[in-house]
């Protein structure tokens, strides 16, 4: 046989295996109006609300049990409030608004699930359980009522046609907890609507479940620091534009007009990052992960002019630089003046103290680590856990360790089991 | 579906095109007639070996990391690979097959059955009993254990080409038996039994040099899980495209 057909088996058998691979999108199937307030859903409503529910129906798509949480953004002013739903069942979340279209306390949005794909519609009723049977709630619990929250949930952007109940069993667990988003609120391959390390993805942080996100610094090549996870400018990150390499060659200009992230998403500045956070969320930690080699000094001003902002504006919000490697610690080191400059340390627990770093965060793979991380709090230090996202271990790293805070792409997984755990 | 063909993807078709070509080469260029044989080496293609008889290899295998799990980071991750096979009667035979990365390995057993359709057509099927094992201790970095178990049922077809070069084609379903893992004091363990994905593999097997004979070949696993990964602790419920190129050389 004529090498000619030994390179066309070995081509074509290439080609029909690369030619196979599956894309995997997971599109939001519902629109949200985005308008201010929360209609019928007055602050006590949503007190009341929040909760750990028992589901009835729907235990094989959303679990025994869900936890509920009330959450908004900001615009100027102006408030917006979102009901978000946390499920372990497979990292499901619900995002859910009020209903301005009935005369009644309704909310609709959509759930997904982000270790695959699945996605729906949902909308949910809420009511009142007294004497067996449920009524309309008018605001107020007498002794005996039961909160339900009754409706439909469907797959795709077909009608809601499935069952959902869930009735309240009991309040969230109020111990003090950081529930840390990984790239800014969420990973571009788990397929959220929005691209991650973008402002879009700050202002949906939350609504997944965070308190605080970690988001990464890189430097533009006219040193403007900037969101952006990966090394080079690349498909898996941004559109398709002709530009590829380091994106520490471009400049902040070139980016800014050439650059789009997956979803649409200008690459943003640090100060616009952390200009969203204090302004249109209700987030309370930011980690800067410096993600280049070089001075911190540029860094270190930003993160100190929001820090006196949030001061300013009594906004609880701590704004720490992160150090992942021993050159970001000497870069820190050699900061001209380190007052009001909260690091966290991903380094071992010598090179922490060393640095009196307030925060020590090591990696989740070498285990819960209790006496290390109890000498580190007994010293007065947080301690944090990274970037754990396998779902039975989050819940054992809650139920098991004395972590202050997981960081995690899956924040609706950690807001589930920290939620309802007792 | 939609055609993809990255830069890395380009790299190795390249790679694997000029493997190829050389092998031809080879073939064409150091052989003088010999009257076909019954029984040719060879490690995939499905014809047993005589009752009593040992087949081995030694090669290795390259697994590219799949950029939905690594990101940016692409790379061809090398492992070690034995086969040794017996042969029990004329169809059956059995099998052990050993893939390792010293803190990873992954060790196969199975029995075979192959038939001959026509003079040069083979058919074989099997099944393979599989665990795998990994343990890393490093500072700071990973303090984690797993390992897991996993039957592969496959059908097999070989084709002789010419007398003496093979070309196999199997098809195999990766079923996930079991899996756990440790850091720390911590465990988590799944034993659910579920279809973890398919897999296809295209091998040539030919003379070499001298009395030597290799196999090359192409695999293309399809799955949720591929245990040389465990370590990323990947967590999408997706399928996802693992490639691997592999040459052994029949000793």
């Not at chain 1, 007190?47 to 589901?55: A, K, L, P, R, S």
């Not at chain 1, 959303?62 to 497979?90: C, R």
Request: proline share 5%; charged share 20%.
């Amino acid at each position: 046989m004529k090498p000619f057909y030994y390179l066309l088996v070995g081509g074509l058998s290439w080609l029909l295996l690369q030619a196979c691979r599956e894309q995997y999108e997971a599109p939001i199937p519902y629109e949200f109006s985005g308008q201010t307030g929360s209609g019928r859903f007055t602050a006590p409503v949503r007190q009341t609300m929040e909760g750990v529910y028992t589901v009835t129906d729907g235990v094989g798509e959303f679990g025994a049990q869900v936890a509920l949480k009330w959450t908004y953004v900001l615009n100027g002013a102006d408030t917006t409030h979102y009901l978000s739903i946390f499920s372990g069942n497979e990292a499901g979340f619900f995002n859910l608004e009020n209903d301005r279209s009935v005369d009644s306390l309704v909310v609709r949005g959509y759930w997904r699930k982000l270790v695959n794909t699945d996605t729906g519609l949902a909308r949910l009723a809420l009511r009142t359980r007294r004497n067996g049977q449920l009524q309309r709630f008018t605001g107020t619990l007498a002794v005996g009522d039961t909160l339900v929250l009754e409706g439909l949930y469907g797959t795709g952007t077909a009608s809601p046609d499935q069952p959902l109940t869930l009735t309240y069993n009991r309040p969230l667990n109020p111990r003090p907890f950081a529930i840390l988003a990984h790239r800014s609120g969420g990973r571009t391959s788990d397929l959220l609507s929005v691209s991650e390390n973008s402002l879009n993805m700050i202002r949906l942080a939350s609504r997944l479940g965070a308190t605080g996100i970690e988001i990464d610094i890189k430097f533009t090549k006219d040193g403007v620091p900037i969101l952006y996870h990966d090394n080079l400018l690349n498909l898996r990150l941004i559109q398709k534009n002709g530009l590829e390499g380091p994106v520490e060659e471009y400049t902040y200009q070139q980016l800014n007009t050439l650059v789009r992230l997956v979803n649409g998403e200008k690459i943003p500045t640090l100060e616009e990052a952390l200009e969203t956070v204090l302004t249109s969320t209700t987030l309370n930690f930011v980690w800067l992960d410096t993600k280049y080699d070089g001075p911190m000094d540029k860094v270190q001003a930003i993160q100190q002019r929001f820090r006196q902002r949030a001061i300013a504006s009594r906004r609880d919000l701590r704004i720490v630089i992160g150090l992942p490697t021993t050159q970001a610690a000497d870069a820190y080191r050699a900061l001209a003046n380190k007052e009001n400059t909260p690091v966290l340390s991903e380094l071992d627990t010598a090179i922490t103290r060393s640095l009196d770093a307030r925060i020590w965060a090591p990696r989740w793979t070498l285990g819960p680590q209790l006496e290390q991380v109890r000498a580190m709090q007994a010293e007065g230090r947080t301690v944090f856990v990274w970037t754990l996202d396998e779902p039975k271990f989050i819940e054992q790293f809650i139920q098991e360790s004395n972590f202050d805070g997981i960081l995690s792409n899956y924040s609706p997984l950690v807001a589930y089991y920290h939620y309802v755990d007792q | 579906m939609t055609l993809h063909l990255r830069s890395g993807g380009s790299a190795l078709l390249l790679g694997w095109l000029v493997f190829c070509g050389s092998v031809a080469l080879a073939q064409r260029a150091a052989r003088p007639y010999e009257p076909p044989a019954d029984y040719q080496p060879g490690i995939y293609f499905p014809q047993a070996p005589r009752p009593g008889e040992w087949r081995k290899s030694i090669g290795l295998i390259f697994t590219s990391t799949p950029p939905e799990i690594t990101e940016e980071i692409r790379l061809l991750v090398p492992a070690i690979d034995v086969n040794l096979q017996h042969g029990l009667s004329k169809n059956w035979y059995l099998s052990t097959r050993l893939q390792t990365q010293l803190v990873q390995s992954n060790l196969a057993l199975g029995v075979r059955y192959a038939t001959p359709v026509t003079d040069k057509l083979y058919a074989g099927l099997g099944i393979d009993g599989v665990g795998w094992f990994g343990a890393l201790a490093i500072k700071d970095v990973f303090n984690s254990q797993a390992g897991g178990l996993e039957a592969i049922p496959h059908a097999t077809l070989g084709y002789r080409l010419t007398r003496d070069l093979q070309l196999t084609f199997r098809t195999e379903a990766i079923m996930d038996l079991y899996y756990r893992s440790t850091v720390g004091p911590l465990a988590v363990e799944y034993d659910q039994r579920r279809l973890n994905g398919v897999a296809f593999t295209f091998a040539l097997e030919q003379p070499f040099y001298k009395q030597q004979h290799v196999t090359l070949g192409l695999r293309a696993a399809y799955s949720n899980f591929n245990w040389q990964f465990w370590s990323l602790y990947d967590t999408f419920e997706r399928d996802f495209f693992y490639p691997q190129l592999f040459f052994g050389f029949i000793l």
